[in-house]
């Protein structure tokens, strides 16, 4: 039997096989610029991921967004409806940290 190559496992993965990797690279980041900003740790939704420097909440922000073109949507009840289900949501990974 061939060797099944890395990339093919990925629909595999566990969350925290792919989410730990990248908490690392973002930490390495704040480390190389001495941001700061705290570390972001591991958990369902990885904690302190939405806070900025200068005392900022990447969640404020989008929220004030949100409430800028009338969207209905609240982002903390929906974070924690993410937790009490245990879910995490694949956009929260991607679009806070380009914030």
């Excluded at 190559?5 to 730990?20: H, M, R, S, V, Y």
């Excluded at 705290?38 to 990885?46: A, E, G, R, S, V």
């Excluded at 209905?72 to 914030?99: C, E, F, K, S």
Aim: charged share 20%.
């Amino acid at each position: 039997m061939d060797s099944i190559e890395p990339d093919k496992l990925a629909p595999f993965l566990t969350g925290a096989d792919i989410q730990n990797p990248f908490i690392d690279k973002m930490n390495g980041f704040l480390d190389n610029l001495n941001s700061s900003s705290p570390k972001i740790t591991p958990d369902i939704y990885p904690r302190n991921l939405n806070r900025l420097c200068n005392h900022l909440d990447s969640n404020d922000l989008i929220q004030d967004r949100l409430n800028d073109w009338a969207i209905d949507i609240n982002l903390g009840d929906y974070y924690q409806w993410l937790n009490n289900q245990n879910r995490t949501d694949h956009g929260v990974i991607t679009w806070v940290p380009a914030m």
